[in-house]
Structures are given as structure tokens and as C-alpha cells.
């Protein structure tokens, strides 16, 4: 399985975005490995947007006895 396909927690994808950070923060990267790191960056940003929009959707899917609503 590639590391694309693979799926990570939220924790684990903050993480890895900060790594893509810290390789984009050194001095005289080559402009390729730049661009791949940030390509990375942007991919592990979308998974994490992804991620909290499926948490918050469950938070208001939550009754007020705590229990988990399904949806109509």
C-alpha cells in the first residue's frame, strides 16, 4: 500500500504536515523537492479538512442525551 492510499488519523496527518513544513522551512532546498513537499503538504491539508468536516458533522448529529442521531 503507498502512502497515499494509506489512511491516517487526524493526529498522524497533523504530523505529517509538519514535517512537509520543516522540509519547506530548510535552506537551499532544490525548487523539485519544494514543490513535492508542498504537493504533499496541500494533499495531507485536504485529508485533514476532510477529516474535521466528518467530526463536525457527527458533533451535530449528536442528541442531547449524547446519543448519536442517524441521519433521515
Known amino acids: 500500500m503507498c502512502e497515499e492510499e494509506k489512511s491516517y488519523t487526524l493526529e ?9 513544513i520543516e522540509i519547506l ?3 537551499d532546498l532544490p525548487l523539485e523537492e519544494a514543490f513535492r513537499a508542498y504537493s504533499a ?6 485529508q485533514c479538512n476532510g477529516q ?21
Not at 474535521?52 to 433521515?72: F, P
Open 12 to 20: 498522524e496527518n497533523f504530523e505529517r504536515l509538519e514535517q512537509a
Open 25 to 27: 522551512g530548510q535552506e
Open 41 to 46: 503538504g496541500m494533499e495531507i491539508l485536504r
Open 52 to 72: 474535521i468536516d466528518r467530526v463536525e458533522k457527527q458533533v451535530l448529529m449528536l442528541s442531547e442525551d449524547g446519543e448519536l442521531e442517524h441521519g433521515e
